[in-house]
């Protein structure tokens, strides 16, 4: 494999990390005890603008962690894009649950809300969307189909640190939003994630169950509830804080070459790229085009080609109905997920990344 030149989704770690974890480590305390928790999950809310942010081992756990909190279980069913990353779809298995899965929307690449009023029964629980590549889904149709119907929505905002719809950050319009400190994220601590919500009875549970079910409070080992160990720890939290300070600039990194990509590849026969509704703002968490048959170059050609130059890129998420481990689930309506997947490459959105390198992939795709 040729080194990679321009990284598709690395993170971007400088001297400030170094420095807030370095405090933390002189300040012995490592594991889940320690202030920079706190502190890290106040700082996460008030970005926010939500009243209660819990943070959590990483995103999977987290979506794991929302579906225990609404009391989801076996019976119930609860919706979920085809498109999207695996861990949107594995907690409502870890809850014995059944998930329903629905199309995408050709142009958001995100639910198709005409989807979810199809597939909507007497037992369904819950609807998950999920802001794609931190693209936000339409959140006020989707609400709007909660409320008629009387469902939860567990927002799956893992790749959508500061994008926003209608003004408002992704993640807080559910009853609960769930966000993913990874690696490749838009901050990372790590691996980590936090569950954010305005339902202070719920955020109080999720701190009881995300410490083995015992009070914080609690001085004797007293467990109200079959929990998990899904905490943070204080090293992670102090990562999480030096990223969130510098939040801004990778959001305005991200964006700035989105335009970039968008200005050189709009024109572009055959190329198809992400729609951002008018009333949302993108965090970019990755760029990424879809490749028509009209570009006269098949997709994984494109990708030999482009990795043989050191641009990294990747191929879509597989559908949901297509995972082997979820084949009995399949769909026969998923044909917007399976054309964007089957034509689907990210390209290099890392948050430190210039206009240069932005230039250079754009070139490299097209020049054939
Ligand atoms: C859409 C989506 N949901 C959930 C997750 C799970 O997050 P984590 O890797 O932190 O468990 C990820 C990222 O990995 C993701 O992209």
């Known amino acids: ?20 974890v370095l405090k933390a480590l002189d300040s012995g305390f490592v594991s889940t ?4 928790v706190k502190e890290f999950e ?8 939500c009243r209660n942010a819990v943070s959590v081992v990483n995103g999977t756990s987290g979506l794991h962690l929302a579906l225990r909190l609404l009391n989801i279980g ?11 990353f695996i861990a949107s779809i594995n907690p409502i298995t870890y809850v014995g649950a059944t998930p329903v899965i629905v199309d995408v929307h050709p142009d958001t690449w995100t639910i198709d809300p005409l989807q979810i009023e199809k597939v909507i029964t007497d037992r369904t629980k819950a609807i998950i969307p999920v802001h794609l590549y931190g693209n936000p889904a339409r959140m006020d149709v989707v609400m709007e189909i909660a409320r008629q119907n009387n469902l939860y929505v567990i927002e799956d905002a893992a790749e959508s640190l500061g994008s926003t719809y209608k003004g408002r950050y992704t993640g807080t319009f559910g009853d609960l ?53 899904f905490r943070l720890t204080n090293i992670q939290a102090a990562l999480g804080l030096a990223q969130m300070k510098r939040l801004p600039e990778f959001l305005a990194v991200k964006r700035r070459n989105a335009s970039i990509y968008r200005r050189e590849l709009q024109n572009v026969t055959g190329i198809r790229m992400q729609k951002e509704l008018n009333e949302a703002e993108s ?13 006269d170059e098949e997709r994984d050609s494109i990708m030999s080609r482009l990795t043989a130059k050191g641009v990294q890129v990747r ?54």
């Open 177 to 229: 939003g769930v966000f993913s400190f990874n690696g490749n994220k838009v901050i990372t601590t790590g691996g980590g994630g936090m569950v954010v919500t305005d339902n202070d009875e719920l955020a109080q549970r999720a701190r009881l169950l995300v410490n083995q079910g015992r009070a914080d409070s609690e001085k004797e080992y007293i467990h109200q509830e079959i929990g998990y160990n």
């Open 33 to 36: 005890a320690g202030p920079l």
């Open 283 to 295: 965090s970019w968490w990755l760029f990424s085009i879809v490749v028509e048959d009209e570009f």
């Open 1 to 20: 494999m040729s080194q990679i030149k321009i990284p598709l989704d690395w993170p971007n770690i400088g001297d400030l990390e170094k420095e807030y």
């Open 42 to 49: 106040d700082e996460f809310a008030a970005y926010l603008g």
């Open 315 to 368: 191929p879509f998420f597989t559908p949901l109905d297509q995972q082997p481990c979820y084949s009995k689930y399949n769909i026969p309506n998923s044909k917007v997920a399976d054309h964007l997947y089957s034509g689907g490459i990210n390209l290099p959105s890392a948050s430190f990344l210039t206009e240069q390198d932005v230039l250079d992939v754009c070139r490299e795709l097209l020049e054939r």
């Open 74 to 84: 076996p019976g119930d069913e609860v919706i979920v894009p085809a498109l999207t």
